[in-house]
Nanobody, 127 residues
Framework: QVRLVESGGGLVQAGGSLRLSCAVS????????MGWFRQVPGKEREFVAA????????YYADSVKGRFTISRDNAKNTVYLQMNSLKPEDTAVYYC????????????????????WGQGTQVTVSS
């Protein structure tokens, strides 16, 4: 069983930064790719970023490219999302997801490309 716990969300002004963390329990964290998604009420969950098992490749949504950075520390079983130059439209609940595969492909952009999810952490960006 894999358990994911996000932290680091909060309220920040536009232009500010936040760093989300996702602590993963389970013996296989370092073997699998990970991702971040976000969701606002009334909308579908959308892809934000993903990273391969060793951090060698990353994917980003166009809306966050150049502002957000995904990284991981396999020694700490943790994946991070550094969010800079935040905008009000970044306001959402952010979810960490375990991919179940080592690599990234087109399926990494979709929810069904992941097998375990965290409970989410709220990020609110004020204008």
């Amino acid at each position: 069983q894999v358990r994911l716990v996000e932290s680091g969300g909060g309220l920040v002004q536009a232009g500010g930064s936040l760093r989300l963390s996702c602590a993963v329990s389970g013996p296989t964290f370092s073997s699998y790719a990970m991702g971040w998604f976000r969701q606002v009420p009334g909308k579908e969950r959308e892809f934000v970023a993903a990273i391969t098992w060793n951090g060698g490749s990353t994917y980003y949504a166009d809306s966050v490219k150049g502002r957000f950075t995904i990284s991981r520390d396999n020694a700490k079983n943790t994946v991070y999302l550094q969010m800079n130059s935040l905008k009000p439209e970044d306001t959402a609940v952010y979810y960490c997801a375990h991919r179940g595969l080592t690599s990234l492909s087109s399926s990494a952009y979709a929810e069904d490309g992941y097998d375990y999810w965290g409970q989410g952490t709220q990020v609110t960006v004020s204008s």
